[in-house]
């Protein structure tokens, strides 16, 4: 069972234009939620990430929309570039109320391609 | 100041052995997770380790184990090698904060570059 479900899969987006990823989750107890970019042969790098207590997040031209009663939240990419083709995966963890340590439940990853 | 570092970078064995690899956290960091991740898919929780102490475990068979040492490096061992356990192994550490009633929580996670391995 997907406890984050990420779509779309693949994206591609013309230089400038703007990437918007999308993740859904069920387990309300989620209370961290980041997005990690990934290049090839490479770990996974934090790009953003948001808590559930405000609805909007913004570093440069990343932008995270968290829609709590809906279950989702978003990354938007802004003035998109070839330098960030790469994959990119929402995640969401679990804090210390419910007494778990903060594992995170990933998306299965969205692979964005910018052409110039 | 240096990441997290992993060793080796890259690793080929046979089915049947056992291999090793190893983690450094960040400086100040006393959390350490691992992560399994298959090519084409999301990482996949194996462990988390918080003063040398098992916090967490993932849906993993019992050929995986790891332990964490003083200094807060960590070390993950795979048993009878299969064919679906290549893959590339992520570390990640953090820098883990107390939390209520003493348990131990952690914040953001910082990533190695990973440990591919391919069991042949």
């Known amino acids: 069972q997907q406890q984050v479900k990420q779509s779309p899969q693949s994206l591609i987006v013309q230089k400038g234009g703007i990437s918007i990823i999308n993740c859904a989750y069920e387990?309300?107890?989620?209370?961290?939620f980041p997005w990690y970019q990934q290049f090839p042969g490479k770990g996974p790098a934090l790009l953003i990430a948001?808590?559930?207590d405000v609805s909007e997040k913004k570093e440069g031209r990343f932008t995270i929309s968290f829609n709590k009663s809906a279950k989702q939240f978003s990354l938007h990419i802004m003035d998109s570039q070839p330098g960030d083709s790469a994959t990119y995966f929402c995640?969401?963890?679990?804090?210390?109320?419910?007494?778990?340590?903060?594992?995170?439940?990933w998306g299965l990853g969205t692979s964005l391609a910018v052409n110039p | 100041d240096a990441g997290v570092t992993q060793s080796p970078t890259h690793l080929i064995k046979t089915r049947g052995q056992q291999v090793t690899l190893r983690c450094s956290p960040i400086s100040g960091h006393k959390s350490v997770s691992w992560y399994q991740q298959v090519l084409g898919q999301g990482p996949q929780f194996i462990f988390q380790y918080y003063e040398k102490e098992e916090r967490g475990r993932g849906n993993f068979p019992d050929r995986f184990s790891a332990r964490q040492f003083p200094n807060y490096s960590s070390e993950l061992n795979v048993n009878a090698l299969l064919l679906g356990d290549s893959a590339l192994y992520l570390c990640?550490?953090?820098?883990?904060?107390?939390?209520?009633?003493?348990?131990?929580?952690?914040?953001?996670?910082?990533f190695g570059p990973g440990t591919r391995l391919t069991v042949l």
């Open positions: 387990n309300t107890a989620f209370d961290y």
């Open positions: 995640a969401a963890s679990i804090g210390p109320n419910a007494g778990n340590n903060r594992k995170l439940i």
């Open positions: 948001i808590r559930p």
């Open positions: 990640a550490s953090s820098l883990c904060i107390e939390g209520s009633g003493g348990r131990a929580t952690t914040d953001t996670q910082y």
